[in-house]
């Protein structure tokens, strides 16, 4: 035979719009959006940093283009000198860095 069903008390074990460890509001009826007086308020983004520079994207392209160039050109032309290698991939690291600023 099974034992009997036990009843869990189901519902609310806080009060109408609060949170556990909140206080409830004195009037909910003021507060139609249950929002409480404490939420944090989020200020509108400036215009300046809305909108991207024109020159970002063109310095990107510019910086992974010249990489690739000077790299190809030491392979090419260049044979002896590891140095150009180390500039290109310093223009294409600087292109991808250029690229996260890129709004």
Do not use: D, Q
């Not at 929002?35 to 510019?62: N, Q």
């Not at 000198?81 to 294409?92: E, S």
Request: a positive charge.
């Amino acid at each position: 035979m099974a034992p009997p069903k036990r009843k869990t008390g189901g519902g609310r074990t806080t009060p109408k719009l609060t949170r556990p460890g909140e206080r409830p509001l004195v009037n909910p009826e003021e507060n139609k959006a249950g929002v409480h007086s404490s939420a944090r308020y989020t200020p509108p983004v400036p215009r300046e940093m809305r909108m991207g520079k024109p020159w970002v994207p063109v310095l990107m392209l510019v910086l992974l283009v010249l990489g690739g160039v000077i790299i190809m050109a030491r392979n090419l032309a260049f044979s002896g000198n590891n140095w150009l290698t180390i500039v290109g991939l310093a223009c294409i690291l600087g292109g991808l860095y250029t690229a996260t600023k890129w709004r």
